[in-house]
């Protein structure tokens, strides 16, 4: 018997799944653009988590599962938050931005989703509702593709192509809508849900073959970790080696060590980098139970089950080797719920009951609560802050009105401060710095040049400020500083120095900033630029800029 408070809590969760799918179509207003939708499918999964919590209250115990998988689940969402508490960088590890993968929060809303799937899909019908949800909303995607393939005069498969941002995630959503019909086919009593999905399997089957009628591929981004930076992060420290760098921060490691390759854009590549030992450790143990149960499946005959271990399977596979949209990253966690909470049924007196009769027990599961719900409360309003100004950060990228484009950056930065703002707002003045020379008249020259140069440098220094951690922004800082040396203004090379020291430390290999170092130090008639460009050369010999510097400056 399912209490009203989980069925409020299960019927919030049907709308979350029903969103996930409509949350690929494509939109220029805040609520409908990206950072919109993941802060909407926040809120729906958060408030369904707090109706669970409550029927806890209400029926004075919390029960949980003794199963292995479960267990597992434990043990790695464990070592992502200790991971997090312990790395390099909080400032990425946290929360970052909207669009940005792998951070504490990232992780933690799809375990969360992983975790609610267990607990409300324990029954039959409800998975078949589950299925119903996921082909219902494809199918309502189907006329809003027709209307925008109508107004944008674009082919079919380039349209859909819009809403899953990549032709991989159309096959591999398309796949999934394929699979689920023919489970729901199968699994399904009712004589109008076994037309239904017949409709939805000819309909995704049709976009399989138009995307591989148009030649499409998978675009193939295996995670396989560099195992120089691998090396390198895990000779840092005993604590890096065991939790890694922190969540999110694999490109600063890259930028560390091997400046030259760029990380693979997706949520499971470089684990161990980012986890350490004791992260990779506990995400192999869970694919090795997932896999053992999966199988075990098979032998016990139990259809359902091997359904579901299918579809989870299929996800885990595109997920792992695939850069795909959050979507299905989300859509694949789901079904791996579904899948352990129809390996936990058939152990259902196996459970780990935590009594709330005590008042004691009672203070300190509401105390808890408390902490969970302000946590998430300030999430929310966190994302939902960053998510609104960085809309309008994307929209001050297309303007093309240097003052509007200025105005629409500082709405951005009133709502959210973060560097790439303030660094987005030093390059525009040091560019407006460098065209400053052009004017006729001396004295406005140079009172442009203190004041656009003087703006840079305050919105750099903010940059650094906010986050330390990011070569780009100490870059930036010494850029300026570097445009002062070009443009006749003396004074400011030790402050320069020092901005590509801090640089240099975060990416020591990168060539952009040995070069650029090295012509601030010429500039400064600083004799150690000799030695900044024989360092360039020893990284790359065949570097062209270098070459070219060492015949300018006669060496």
């Not at 003794?66 to 969402?77: D, E, K, Q, V």
């Not at 008249?441 to 009172?447: A, G, I, M, S, V």
Request: charged share 15%.
């Amino acid at each position: 018997m399912i209490s009203s408070q989980r069925t409020v809590a299960i019927f919030i969760f049907f709308i979350g799944s029903f969103l996930l799918p409509l949350f690929l179509i494509p939109g220029y207003s805040y609520l409908f653009s990206e950072a919109g939708k993941f802060v909407l499918f926040f809120i729906t999964i958060h408030v369904s988590a707090g109706f669970l919590l409550y029927s806890w209250w209400k029926n004075n115990s919390i029960d949980l599962p003794a199963h292995p998988l479960f267990a597992s689940l434990y043990c790695i969402f464990l070592f992502i938050f200790l991971s997090s508490l312990f790395s390099k960088s909080y400032y990425v590890s946290w929360i970052y931005f909207i669009n940005h993968e792998n951070t504490f929060f990232f992780f933690y809303l799809l375990f969360l989703v992983l975790f609610l799937s267990i607990y409300f899909l324990k029954y039959k019908q409800v998975i078949l509702y589950i299925y119903e949800i996921i082909l219902f909303s494809f199918v309502t995607l189907i006329p809003l593709s027709g209307a925008m393939n109508f107004f944008n005069k674009l082919g079919f498969i380039k349209n859909i192509e819009s809403f899953l941002d990549t032709t991989t995630n159309v096959i591999i959503f398309s796949g999934l809508v394929a699979v689920v019909s023919l489970l729901l086919y199968i699994f399904s009593e009712s004589k109008m849900m076994r037309v239904f999905p017949i409709i939805t399997l000819v309909l995704s089957s049709l976009i399989l073959f138009c995307a591989f009628k148009e030649e499409a591929k998978l675009a193939l981004s295996f995670p396989v970790e560099n195992m120089a930076v691998l090396q390198e992060t895990i000779k840092e420290s005993p604590l890096r080696a065991l939790l890694g760098s922190g969540p999110g921060t694999v490109q600063y490691q890259y930028d560390l060590y091997a400046p030259e390759e760029t990380p693979t854009r997706s949520w499971s590549s470089s684990l161990l980098i980012q986890f350490g030992l004791l992260g990779g450790f506990a995400w192999i143990v869970f694919f090795i139970l997932f896999l053992y149960f999966g199988i075990w499946s098979f032998l016990e005959k139990n259809a359902l089950a091997i359904g579901n271990f299918i579809v989870a399977l299929y996800l885990w596979i595109f997920a792992l080797l695939y850069p795909v949209n959050f979507t299905l990253v989300a859509f694949t966690f789901l079904f791996t719920g579904i899948c352990i909470t129809l390996q936990i049924i058939k152990d259902s007196e196996n459970k780990i009951i935590i009594p709330l009769q005590k008042r004691s027990s009672r203070v300190v599961f509401a105390c808890l609560v408390g902490i969970v719900l302000f946590t998430s409360t300030l999430g929310i309003i966190v994302y939902t802050k960053k998510s609104i100004s960085y809309a309008f950060y994307q929209n001050a990228l297309v303007i093309e009105s240097k003052e509007l484009f200025l105005d629409t950056v500082k709405r951005a930065l009133q709502i959210s401060k973060e560097d790439i703002y303030y660094r987005k707002l030093a390059d525009f003045y040091i560019k407006k710095t460098e065209m400053a020379q052009g004017l006729v008249l001396f004295t406005e020259q140079n009172k442009k040049i203190v004041e656009y140069g003087g703006n840079a440098v305050s919105y750099a220094n903010e940059a650094v400020r906010i986050n330390p951690s990011d070569y780009r922004n100490w870059g930036t800082l010494g850029n300026i500083y570097l445009v002062f040396e070009r443009l006749g203004v003396r004074g400011g090379y030790e402050l320069g120095k020092n901005a590509y020291s801090e640089a240099q430390k975060l990416s020591p290999k990168n060539e952009i900033l040995l070069l650029e170092r090295a012509e601030l130090a010429f500039l400064a008639k600083d004799i150690h630029f000799r030695e900044l460009l024989k360092e360039l050369l020893q990284y790359n010999p065949h570097n062209i800029e270098a070459q070219k510097r060492l015949r300018e400056w006669g060496l």
